[in-house]
């Protein structure tokens, strides 16, 4: 009888330890999403773009952006409001956020806002900072978020 109690014993450790893993391995990744605001007559907006300033070139080789959700919210002008056209259609919801006065659209462009699973955790503004502070932020929201 004691043989088959320690072996019951022995199956249910065994089985009570394989479940955090079971756990762990059900429980979706989180998504970190960066949204790029611009507007095709911002000059800065441009330069960020451009081959010159290299910025987002840098950016799309990182290593963290192969791991991030992105997406660009463009419209013509500066003076212009964003419309629903302007969004891509799985971020809609970030379109319907400003629209009901749940968020502001950036004032300054470019910028970028960056949202975990929907929740706002970040926004930079203008270029001047980007590789001193912009980049290296959304650096650490990837590691902080989404691990190393």
Do not use: Q
């Amino acid at each position: 009888m004691s043989k088959r109690v320690s072996a019951v014993l022995s199956f249910l450790a065994l089985w009570l330890l394989s479940l955090p893993c079971a756990v762990a391995a059900d429980t979706p990744k989180p998504e970190l999403l960066v949204v790029y605001w611009a507007s095709k007559d911002c000059r800065w907006c441009s330069y960020w773009e451009s081959p010159s300033s290299g910025m987002e070139k840098r950016f799309k080789e990182s290593r963290e952006f192969k791991r991030i959700t992105y997406r660009v919210v463009k419209n013509e002008r500066l003076a212009d409001p964003y419309t629903l056209r302007d969004f891509p259609p799985d971020i809609a919801w970030v379109y319907e956020r400003v629209r009901r006065g749940e968020e502001k659209r950036p004032v300054v462009r470019p910028a970028w806002v960056v949202y975990l699973d929907r929740k706002r955790v970040g926004a930079f503004y203008g270029t001047k900072n980007w590789d001193e502070a912009h980049f290296p932020e959304i650096k650490w929201l990837v590691s902080e978020h989404l691990g190393k």
